[in-house]
């Protein structure tokens, strides 16, 4: 009878012990029990629960640190400093699934705060045990991996040669073969991470033959999935000259185009950031892109969408416009300015204006033409009204104004000249010798009639003027 | 004497005046030395410069001459040279003016080709706008399926729940709980539940349901043992001719798997196997093998009253139940009984199972 007493004795403990677990990783599920967790000291409880003989206790605490230390970097620091990553990196190659998806959870959650922790976790020598994992069969625990080693590479660039040196590269590219979306996701994301710091990291994650699966995913319905595949091919395509080419070679046009037409925002700013580091290059991929009518495409999504999306369809156009004449023109014909004299007007944010009035000042520089198809659109008084923002906007009327006698016209009589003359500015500022360019596109008698104090020097001129008495 | 005292006194003079009287005509003397110097030198330069002239106009003449003869040599070499200037500097002209249309035509033809630029930019301006189109409509299509798809969902959903709920049908008696008969039109779940069938509980697929016996050929071509597919056409078929019914009906038609009737699905030794069953059963079943007997001293005093129908001459006739037709020999018009010419025919077998409707209730 001893014996059975013996027995519930510790049967009670080890109810007890799951019982404080569970609640524990429930508790940790919200954000406002964590800190009062964390006063009563709860890690220094978990640790030994971490080696516990019942597998599913070491999995609900391994669950329960993994919450804690993704709520804020101080726990994650506990979590490096209370020496517990070799234990879970040695576990990691042995135990069942839940438990390795469990420990990468924590691996993941330490992993995104600070490169700091980053490096602390691939000092202990998490990463082959990581890379090891991918080849595991079960999609849970390759998805989990993936996104520890994911947020392990996002910081820099030496975390990424990392990442990249315990060769975890081959076998992203196998997991994005995988037929489970959000292992797709998850293994598109880290290999954007991973390309996104330098040309060879880029230039590695290419050479695993990555651009082939990734431009076959984008016909993917997911929209995610679409945005972590664009994502990753602007980074690629972003470095240099070959990259951008060989992306280009994987025939992603002209199906990218219709991905500028999807309802998800991302998606949207996410292809045009694709197109726009495809077109910044050379003057050949930017007219590649104007055959394929994709200059039509950006334009249209550009008038779809608000705020910071439309950000890299605007710098794409003037890239474009940059590159030649030919090219500034097939913009122009494209109804592109009055698209972007519209995102002038509408849009709050100064960077943004900003960058809007550096592609009107690309499109309209290279010749009269090119400047009266900007000037006719009526954006120059908006440019001068911003003229806080962006030196460009000068840039834009000085080179427009001596061009096109139209040009002036229409400057005059649309106020921008009277604008000019109230401008302020200190004599040899920049803005100042901008002004007087301006000024001497015009007879004299104009700018003095358009100077602000006009009335009153004619007035002044009236009382001294004495009348001839007859 | 005194000349000579006179001399010598005026000695000492003398030589003063001696020396005043060539001194004063020393003064004099170097005028006129210069003078007669500079005549003697002008006249002497006069001489030397008519000689000199002389001498120049010789030499003009000699070099006139000289040069003339020179002249005349290379005269000829010089005017060729200039002729040759002169047509080369027409060559250069005429040169510069086919280099400068050249160049005007090269560039407008083939670097900034101004008609091929204005063609290139109205084909980019038609590509934009099939691409506008394409992506319009492609936007356009995926609303479509979109909506579709959420329609598709939306019925899923309602006939599902329809079937579950088919229970609440209103039947004749008692009107339904969508079919309140207050209302003019019966409630549009009501038109659901008629139309979906009653939603039953499906059999674990992981079980078939097997014959008691696979060895009978019947059973093992039966519908239930055989994996059932779908309907398949045959590869090679031609193209038949004439009106058509339904290709699927005529597939599913012809391609039935077998119905056999219940006089033949039942194993020919049916009723020897029933009571091999029923054996087994028993065996299964019973503690002994003795008959039950009661007990044979309780009911020694009882009389066995048999039952009215067995007790009486009118009891139970077997005419209805055993026979059907009126046995009375005197009536017979021949001496010999129906015989079974031909085996029975199963009327009601293929019931509802036939190719035509004719016949059937509507």
Redesign the interface.
């Known amino acids: 009878m001893s014996q059975k007493h013996v027995l519930q004795v510790f049967e009670q403990y080890q109810k007890a012990r799951t019982q404080f677990v569970q609640t524990v990783a429930e508790l940790a599920t919200r954000p406002k029990n964590i800190e009062t967790l964390q006063n009563a000291g709860v890690m220094s409880l978990l640790r030994p629960l971490l080696l516990d003989v019942v597998p599913t206790i070491q999995q609900t605490a391994v669950l329960a640190l993994g919450r804690l230390a993704n709520y804020n970097d101080d726990l994650a620091e506990a979590v490096v400093k209370g020496d517990i990553l070799p234990q879970l990196v040695y576990s990691l190659a042995e135990q069942n699934r839940f438990y390795k998806k469990a420990a990468a959870f924590v691996l993941r959650a330490v992993g995104k705060h600070s490169p700091q922790l980053a490096q602390a976790i691939v000092d202990c020598g998490a990463l082959d045990t990581l890379v090891i994992c991918l080849e595991d069969f079960d999609p849970g625990v390759k998805e989990a991996v993936a996104w520890a080693l994911g947020n392990i590479a996002r910081h820099n660039a030496e975390l990424s040669q990392a990442v990249v040196d315990a060769g975890a590269v081959p076998l992203l590219i196998l997991c994005i073969q995988e037929p489970e979306i959000a292992l797709k996701r998850i293994a598109a994301s880290v290999l954007s991470d991973i390309s996104e710091h330098s040309p060879e990291l880029a230039q590695t994650v290419v050479d695993a033959g990555a651009i082939a699966h990734l431009a076959r995913m984008i016909l993917n319905p997911n929209a995610k999935l679409k945005r972590q595949v664009l994502s990753a091919l602007g980074q690629i395509a972003k470095h240099s000259v070959d990259l951008a080419e060989m992306v280009v070679e994987a025939e992603i046009f002209p199906v990218v185009l219709t991905c500028l037409k999807d309802k998800d925002e991302y998606v949207k700013k996410n292809a045009s950031t694709l197109i726009r580091e495809i077109a910044k290059h050379t003057p050949e991929l930017s007219q590649l892109i104007v055959n394929t009518g994709g200059v039509a495409a950006i334009i249209d999504c550009i008038g779809s969408c608000k705020g910071s999306i439309r950000l890299p369809g605007i710098m794409m156009l003037g890239y474009v416009a940059a590159h030649s004449e030919n090219l500034a023109m097939a913009v122009i014909i494209s109804k592109g300015v009055p698209q972007l004299s519209v995102c002038l007007s509408e849009e709050p944010e100064d960077h943004i204006k900003a960058a809007t009035a550096w592609a009107l000042g690309q499109i309209g520089r290279h010749t009269p033409e090119h400047a009266r198809a900007v000037a006719v659109t009526n954006t120059l008084p908006v440019l001068l009204s911003l003229y806080m923002s962006a030196d460009s906007s000068e840039d834009l009327q000085v080179k427009v104004l001596p061009h096109d006698s139209k040009a002036r016209r229409l400057f005059v009589t649309s106020g921008g000249l009277k604008k000019v003359q109230e401008i302020k500015a200190e004599p040899g500022s920049l803005l100042q010798e901008y002004i007087n360019s301006i000024n001497n596109c015009y007879p004299e008698e104009i700018v003095r009639y358009y100077s602000p104090g006009y009335s009153d020097t004619l007035l002044q001129r009236v009382d001294s003027y004495q009348p001839i008495i007859n | 004497m005194a000349t000579l005292a006179r001399l010598q006194a005026r000695s000492t003079a003398l030589a003063q005046q001696y020396y005043f009287r060539n001194s004063v005509v020393d003064a004099f003397r170097k005028k006129e030395n210069d003078a007669a110097v500079k005549i003697q030198s002008w006249f002497r330069g006069c001489r030397v410069r008519a000689y000199i002239r002389y001498l120049h106009r010789i030499a003009t003449t000699v070099q006139k001459w000289w040069r003339g003869y020179l002249g005349r040599q290379h005269c000829q070499l010089i005017v060729e040279i200039a002729y040759c200037a002169l047509k080369m500097n027409v060559y250069n002209a005429m040169a510069v003016r086919i280099q400068r249309w050249w160049r005007g035509y090269r560039i407008r033809k083939h670097c900034f080709d101004y008609i091929y630029?204005k063609a290139?930019?109205r084909a980019?301006?038609r590509?934009?706008?099939?691409?506008?189109k394409a992506?319009?409509e492609?936007?356009e299509i995926r609303e479509r399926e979109e909506k579709e798809a959420a329609l598709k969902r939306e019925k899923k959903k309602k006939d599902y729940q329809a079937r579950k709920m088919h229970y609440l049908l209103s039947t004749k008696q008692i009107p339904g709980v969508y079919n309140s008969p207050f209302r003019k039109e019966p409630d549009p779940w009501e038109l659901r539940l008629r139309q979906a069938k009653p939603w039953t509980r499906k059999k674990l697929r992981g079980q078939l349901q097997r014959p008691t016996s696979l060895t009978s050929w019947l059973a093992c071509t039966s519908a239930r043992s055989f994996p059932c597919s779908e309907i398949l056409p045959p590869i090679n078929r031609k193209q038949c001719q004439g009106p058509f019914r339904d290709i699927t009906e005529v597939l599913e038609q012809r391609y039935r798997p077998l119905e056999p009737t219940l006089r033949v699905a039942e194993p020919v030794n049916g009723v020897k196997e029933a009571r091999e069953e029923f054996r087994r059963q028993e065996k299964a079943r019973n503690v002994q093998d003795n008959m039950f007997l009661p007990f044979a001293s309780y009911h020694k005093n009882e009389k066995y009253i048999p039952s009215v129908h067995l007790w009486s001459k009118c009891g139970s006739s077997s005419y209805g139940c055993q026979h059907f037709r009126d046995e009375n020999p005197k009536k017979w018009v021949s001496g010999k009984d129906f015989q079974t010419v031909l085996p029975s025919f199963d009327l009601f077998s293929t019931y509802g199972k036939s190719y035509s409707k004719a016949g059937q209730i509507l």
């Open positions: 630029l290139y930019l980019v301006e590509t934009n706008d099939t691409v506008r992506l319009d492609f936007a």
